[in-house]
């Protein structure tokens, strides 16, 4: 009786081995590629930033003073900006986020469902620079007239309500572009929690009903634990959006560079800041100021992926 032949030869022949070298090769050139890239990028704002690093040390993160005249900077001011806005963006939009697509897989009629969940889906490719001209010329001087005026004028001298709305109400502060990044993320957020949401078999949702269980009881106890993975998944990419936005906050947001010390203050994100001054970086030190100011915000958006990463990684089903 003949031998029979190898698996790699008998069905497919030596192609299959073949085809199957390159493709791996191909596959861990792509891998490569991308962790090469990745250490270039760090490598080369590194080696840009490093004249800044080494002119001011540690105070180039724990002082406010940006000036290019003197040749001063520190960069306190836009970090606290960028994590102040991304972190109330998000308390603003995840709870919207939820609500909507609970909505649209629980309660809403089939004949609309889709088309609202299309419609959401559009809204979230709208440019940001979109949001930011919307948010400059209607959101800005509605929230000015109708909210921060009246906040101010109602707070009582030397009270803690004077000090938290404190500003100049012209609704370019903190507190408004923070509204505009949540509105930008509402839309993805409710978008990929929606699809989440629809990953749960109907069967468990059948018999939580069956048991007795309200809407809301359904919802807490079968379907948020059973997404509970890919919710914070998508929180954490919302964050990572909030935190790297440019244009949409730099219209918005005031862009002074010192310590945001009221709800309704002027300030700056990293990303608003280096959009704003490297055209005008005539000086070799100010170039490396804001080189260093990337790899801050790289170093802050690689921060938070790692922490999602680590809290999926301690989640199970």
Not at 148 to 163: H, K, N, R, V
Not at 195 to 209: K, N, S
Not at 218 to 238: F, N, Q, S
Request: aromatic share 12%.
């Amino acid at each position: 009786m003949a031998s029979a032949a190898s698996p790699d030869t008998s069905r497919f022949g030596p192609s299959r081995s073949a085809g199957e070298t390159i493709f791996h090769a191909a596959c861990f050139s792509a891998a490569t590629l991308l962790l090469v890239t990745l250490g270039g990028v760090v490598i080369s704002l590194a080696i840009g930033g490093w004249p800044a690093f080494q002119q001011f040390g540690f105070g180039f993160f724990t002082t406010s003073e940006w000036n290019p005249v003197t040749e001063v900077y520190g960069a306190a001011g836009p970090i606290v900006g960028t994590l102040v806005t991304a972190f109330l963006s998000l308390l603003m939009a995840l709870p919207l986020a939820i609500g909507v697509a609970v909505f649209l897989v629980e309660f809403c009629p089939r004949p609309i469902s889709r088309p609202i969940a299309i419609a959401v889906e559009l809204l979230a490719g709208i440019p940001s620079i979109v949001y930011g001209m919307w948010g400059l010329f209607v959101l800005a001087p509605w929230f000015a007239e109708h909210v921060q005026l009246p906040l101010i004028m109602e707070a009582e001298p030397g009270s803690w309500q004077e000090t938290l709305f404190a500003g100049v109400p012209n609704g370019a502060n903190i507190f408004t572009a923070s509204m505009i990044l949540a509105v930008m993320i509402l839309p993805y957020m409710a978008a990929v929690f929606r699809e989440l949401f629809m990953t749960v078999p109907p069967q468990l949702r059948e018999a939580a009903y069956g048991l007795g269980c309200t809407p809301f009881e359904v919802i807490r106890a079968v379907v948020i634990p059973y997404v509970r993975r890919g919710m914070v998944g998508v929180i954490m990419l919302g964050l990572g959006r909030a935190l790297g936005e440019t244009m949409a906050v730099t219209f918005i947001i005031g862009n002074a560079h010192g310590f945001p010390d009221s709800m309704f203050a002027s300030g700056s994100t990293i990303a608003s800041t280096i959009a704003n001054e490297f055209a005008e970086a005539t000086s070799d030190m100010h170039s490396a100021a804001l080189v260093a100011l990337g790899l801050v915000l790289f170093l802050i958006t690689f921060g938070v992926l790692a922490i999602a990463r680590a809290l999926l990684g301690g989640q199970k089903y």
